[in-house]
């Protein structure tokens, strides 16, 4: 089945406790794409990706970082979390040809304390 | 700045009935537009597109119109049934820059039975 896998789905750590929040596609998709989604604000982006070793900010990237070693795997990363990024985040891909739609995986419930 | 905004919330229609939900963007870069639609619990999924050489597109029940002068498109949805309560993301990218996807915040819909 094709599908963008996260994990975990839920995640409740501390203040400046690294985590790392993998995502997976198996569609040999070129771009993906993390974002935040947050009340009355919508969906965020924060990094992405538009081929292996290639990666972007969004619109929000501060405290985070990704990489992009292989092309089925974009893993989030948080150094120092604080609880601003308390957050909803979903990882999407894509083809990464023009406009081609996202597929998204089901998101990561983080709390930070 | 809220480049893309969805302006309601919220939308409660009844069965049956026609469900408009509407999208405003600021940036007139944007040439292509997206819906999405998510459900609790789940990553939202890819609905309907309109590149901005169209005014119009439309896939079974759903529709999109895009009014570039005034830089507004709005999803219809008919005939509006119970299983489309979700909530409804608008997005736009550039073509210039097709790995920034903006997403607005999202209106709640509620069908009635």
């Known amino acids: 089945e094709a599908q963008v896998t996260q994990n975990p789905r839920y995640l409740i750590t501390v203040t400046g406790k690294k985590l790392t929040v993998t995502c997976s596609q198996n569609m040999n998709h070129e771009y993906m794409s993390w974002y935040r989604q947050d009340p009355g604000l919508g969906l965020r982006q924060i990094y992405y990706s538009m081929n292996v070793e290639v990666t972007d900010k969004g619109d929000v990237p501060e405290g985070y970082k990704v990489s992009r070693k292989e092309k089925r795997n974009f893993p989030l990363i948080l150094e120092s979390p604080s609880p601003n990024q308390t957050s909803l985040y979903f990882c999407a891909s894509s083809l990464g040809q023009n406009n081609s739609p996202l597929h998204f995986g089901n998101g990561t419930r983080l709390t930070v304390t | ?113």
């Open chain 2, 1 to 113: 700045d809220q480049q893309v905004k969805q302006n309601s919330p919220s939308l409660s229609v009844q069965e049956g009935r026609i469900s408009i939900l509407n999208c405003d963007y600021t940036n007139s870069m944007f040439d292509y537009f997206l819906w999405y639609k998510k459900y609790p619990a789940e990553g939202p999924t890819f609905l309907i597109s309109i590149s901005s050489i169209k005014d119009k597109n439309e896939d079974g029940r759903f529709t999109v119109f895009l009014n570039k002068s005034a830089k507004h498109l709005s999803l219809h949805i008919v005939p509006s049934q119970p299983g489309d309560s979700a909530v409804y993301f608008c997005a736009a990218s550039a073509l210039s820059n097709t790995g920034k996807l903006i997403f607005g915040q999202g209106t709640t819909l509620q069908v009635k039975p």
